[in-house]
């Protein structure tokens, strides 16, 4: 694979595109409409339309007051990405990718997925746009998730269990890429999170930073100032990098990023390539990527966006670890108190949100943002506390 970098899509020394000459050129294309369609009236005014009415945007920004009082200190704000249609944030981006899609002549969409989840997000705006759809995932996720393989033919599209390499999401990745290489005339390719070549973390944040453009307006609202941090988990890091993106301009506002401590890829990692750009990731001592294991699938992912690198770097957004066990009181936690089961994921920003909200002020105030709902965990936890009694 020769090495081509383009300037474009840096942030500082992470980022870029490491790609061979084949891909780098259907991502030039994909580049140029992005940047062609992004602040075009007609495009903004269709996006919008379908978040309104699809998704059900805006979503509220809840206080929970019944956790703030367990935690004695800040006020807690939850910012409910998991009342979006499809129970979480990454019906955001994938509505925003598929519209460009549409721009750009596509008729036929690919992507990958690890547990499903934006699988189903992907099979779900293919069928409200009449878009042929195929999903490739890894041969042993196909078979421990065979109920999201269900649903996503459900929802019209085909799953191509990718059996190569270890069967798992990277050897999904590269399958999909070879499609798209083969097939980019036609063809486009959603990515699930702020991670990849440019453009598509790029791409991914612009579609995600709806989270905050509206947290900002609402907090604002309800307090009558900025809050002093936002909080969220962090797998790939999109739902964290679109609860960020209107706040990284007001230094008052402290950014976290809260990652498992059981694939603590910001926080303990090193810079490396790894799928075609650089960022902090996990390391093996041979130099390739490390698995992982989070009880959320979701953040299950051993690198990490380069913006999320570029933001610790220099030192604007700090990362912090939760373990699985705490993620999980809090998904108890949460659903007790307030009548909200969280993702397992969105649980990690809970739990860390609770620790820190008391160390502050009463008058002061955290945004977590609640990346998605619980139902798709409940078996799962319910399966853990039954072994663990
Ligand atoms: C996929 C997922 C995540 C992790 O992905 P990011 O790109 O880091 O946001 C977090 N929460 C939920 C509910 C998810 O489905």
């Known amino acids: 694979m020769s090495m081509n970098k383009v300037e474009k899509g840096f942030y500082g020394e992470f980022g870029g595109c490491f790609v061979n000459e084949d891909l780098q050129h259907v991502l030039n294309i994909l580049d140029e409409n992005f940047e062609r369609y ?12 379908y978040l309104r009415e699809y998704i059900g945007r805006e979503n509220p920004l809840t206080y929970a007051k019944n956790i703030t009082a367990k935690a004695g200190g800040a006020k807690i704000y939850l910012k409910r990405e998991d009342l979006n249609h499809t129970g979480a944030h990454k019906i955001n981006n994938a509505i925003g990718q598929i519209l460009l899609a549409k721009r750009m002549g596509a008729h036929r969409i690919i992507a990958e997925t690890g547990a499903g989840q ?19 995932m890894g041969k042993l996720d196909t078979e421990r998730q065979a109920l999201n393989v269900f649903r996503m033919e459900l929802l019209g599209a085909k799953v191509v269990p990718v059996a190569s390499g270890q069967g798992r999401l990277k050897d999904a990745v590269d399958a999909a890429l070879n499609d798209l290489v083969e097939n980019y005339k036609d063809t486009f390719y959603l ?25 900002k307006r609402q907090i604002l609202e309800k307090e009558g100032k900025l809050p002093s941090a936002v909080v969220s988990c962090v797998g790939g890091g999109s739902n964290a990098i679109g609860a960020f993106a209107h706040y990284i301009d007001e230094p ?15 926080t303990e990692g090193s810079p490396a390539v790894i799928h075609g750009f650089k960022c902090y990731t996990l390391l093996d001592e041979e130099g390739n990527p490390k698995p992982t294991y989070s009880i959320a699938a979701g953040l299950d992912y051993p690198g990490v966006g380069p913006e999320h690198s ?4 220099t030192g604007r957004s700090e990362y912090v670890t939760v373990s699985g066990q705490e993620a999980l009181e809090a998904f108890q936690t949460l659903s007790k108190l307030e009548g909200i089961i969280p993702a397992l ?11 820190l909200a008391g160390t502050m002020g009463k008058d002061e105030s955290i945004i977590v943002n609640l990346s998605g709902r619980g139902d798709k965990d409940v078996e799962q936890v319910f399966n853990m506390l039954k072994s663990a009694r």
């Not at 990515?191 to 947290?215: D, N, R, Y």
């Not at 570029?310 to 770097?313: A, E, G």
Request: charged share 20%; hydrophobic share 40%.
């Open 345 to 355: 994921e969105s649980s990690h920003a809970v739990a860390y949100a609770m620790k």
């Open 310 to 313: 570029y933001l610790k770097k």
């Open 38 to 49: 992004k602040d075009d009236p007609e495009f903004i005014e269709e996006l919008r339309f």
């Open 118 to 136: 934006h699988g189903v997000a992907t099979a779900t705006a293919c069928a409200i746009f009449g878009m042929d759809c195929t999903i490739y």
């Open 191 to 215: 990515l699930g999170s702020a991670v990849g070549p440019h453009p598509f973390p790029t791409m991914v944040k612009h579609f995600q930073a709806i989270i905050s453009e509206e947290s």
């Open 252 to 266: 008052s506002v402290q950014l976290i990023g809260v990652e498992p401590s059981e694939a603590p890829t910001l």
